[in-house]
């Protein structure tokens, strides 16, 4: 037996002052990786925001992740209060009005504060004398007037109340935000018989297959899926991106704020032009002698015939280069200078602008 006050014969200071410091390595090794992980899943998720598993997307750029579904369902609320439903006529039955799919013409959003609805009807006539229009919290309205683009099919139309009584007959409409503009893979949502759909842009579409007005170029985006003509398209922060054309495309309404200034004193469409049609080389690659070049070619004259003929090509408009970026560069302008290449040779001139 050892006195208990003293430590037995095995005992080793040294390996106990050892095991402390090895506990203590052991402790800080630990805290480090913990620390490494930590940051490392910090980095990750600025660096890479948006993580992709089988449940959708989650942004990961805040603290608060968002699901796929969630968004969705965001973007849609967003502009569920400036979707209304165009119809023919009203069916009524003794006293009882209702609104068949059959009468149906098609959805609009609200564009302009003052009532101004936009909407795809390419096979529009004119006649709105018994449309009827529904909000989206069932109020009805009818259309006091009326525009048509016969160049893209867009339709303007004014609505009012049809009780010219009630507490809304001044009221002041919600408008939507419009998409600035599209890229391959963004997400849509499309609005068909009153239920969303998800899809996806694959490209730009060449949307010059028919010849078009030098400032009434479109932009089409190839979709993944096809949907019903004139359905409303909208991105993922709920914004307007366009309306269904071909079934599997979407047209956008990126320049669509020209149009709906000042609206509410315009009679007709009118597009200030150069009086050609054709397609700018990022439609269509315009080569000539073996090289790329830049411009807006000439299909079809339409006005100006003392100035162009069909297969020249428009380079500079006022020094700015030809190109859909430029697509208003004649906005309020008498005449503009233009440089175009013809059969070799570079011409310039003064030409005045037409309202087509």
Do not use: C
Request: net charge neutral; hydrophobic share 40%; glycine share 8%.
């Amino acid at each position: 037996m050892f006195p208990p006050h003293l430590p037995p014969p095995s005992s080793s200071l040294a390996r106990h002052r050892q095991w402390e410091r090895l506990k203590i390595i052991i402790a800080a090794s630990a805290f480090g990786i913990l620390a490494g992980l930590s940051g490392a899943a910090v980095l990750v998720g600025w660096i890479w925001p948006l993580v992709i598993n089988d449940d959708g997307y989650f942004y990961n750029n805040s603290s608060l992740s968002i699901p796929r579904e969630q968004l969705q369902v965001r973007a849609q609320n967003k502009i569920k209060d400036q979707i209304f439903s165009i119809y023919r006529k009203a069916t009524i039955v003794g006293k009882v009005s209702y609104f068949s799919e059959t009468d149906k013409v098609t959805d609009g959003v609200m564009s302009v504060t003052s009532g101004w609805l936009l909407s795809y009807v390419p096979t529009f006539d004119g006649r709105t004398k018994d449309w009827v229009v529904v909000g989206a919290n069932g109020s009805l309205y009818s259309v006091t007037s009326s525009l048509f683009d016969k160049r893209t099919g867009l339709v303007y139309i004014k609505i009012q109340p049809r009780i010219k009584n009630s507490n809304v007959s001044d009221q002041q409409f919600r408008v939507v935000t419009f998409n600035n503009g599209l890229s391959q893979y963004d997400e849509v949502f499309v609005y068909q018989e009153g239920r969303w759909h998800s899809t996806m842009t694959s490209g730009q579409v060449a949307s010059s297959e028919n010849s078009h007005l030098d400032t009434a170029s479109t932009y089409l985006y190839n979709l993944s899926d096809s949907f019903k003509n004139g359905s409303i398209a909208i991105d993922s922060s709920g914004n307007m991106v366009g309306f269904i054309v071909g079934g599997g495309a979407v047209m956008s309404l990126v320049n669509e704020n020209y149009f709906l200034n000042g609206i509410d004193d315009k009679k007709q469409i009118i597009y200030p032009s150069l009086g050609v049609e054709g397609w700018y080389s990022d439609e269509k690659l315009l080569i000539i002698n073996e090289e790329k070049i830049s411009g807006f070619i000439v299909s079809k004259v339409v006005g100006n015939r003392q100035f162009f003929q069909k297969g020249d090509v428009i380079l500079e408009i006022n020094g700015r280069s030809a190109n859909r970026e430029n697509l208003w560069y004649n906005m309020g302008a008498q005449r503009v200078r233009v440089s175009i290449w013809r059969n070799g040779n570079i011409i310039e001139n003064q030409v005045p602008i037409l309202q087509l």
